[in-house]
């Protein structure tokens, strides 16, 4: 069983920065992607960013230039680092990742419990 626990969330002023971090825990043999999305009531799920096993990270639009993902793999973590915050980006903020979990190329694909951010002042 894999799981993902998140950290790192909170209130913020408009253009201050928090940084989230989830860290993976359980049988794990591979990295395949790991990133973050976000949601509001009323609204459905965005992506925020992922990073997948090319290094290339993919972001939405709203965010780019102003959050930076990034990668443990050892450690199993990935991070969020958010600048600039807008009112806008207040949303609950979800980790997801997929794993490959044994040698025959089996993966898992969950979030985590997801943790709110409110950017207000």
């Known amino acids: 069983q894999v799981r993902l626990d998140e950290s790192g969330g909170g209130m913020v002023q408009p253009g201050g920065s928090l940084r989230l971090s989830c860290t993976a825990s359980g049988r794990i043999f591979g990295t395949n992607e790991m990133g973050w999305y976000r949601q509001t009531p009323g609204k459905e799920r965005e992506l925020v960013a992922v990073?997948?096993?090319?290094?290339?990270?993919d972001y939405g639009d709203s965010v780019k230039g102003r959050f930076t993902i990034s990668t443990d793999i050892p450690k199993r973590t990935v991070y969020l680092q958010m600048n600039s915050l807008k009112p806008e980006d207040t949303a609950v903020y979800s980790c997801?990742?997929?794993?490959?979990?044994?040698?025959?190329?089996?993966?898992?694909?969950?979030w985590g419990q997801g943790t709110q951010v409110t950017v207000s002042s």
């Open positions: 997801n990742a997929e794993f490959t979990i044994d040698s025959f190329g089996s993966t898992w694909n969950g």
């Open positions: 990073l997948t096993t090319t290094g290339v990270p």
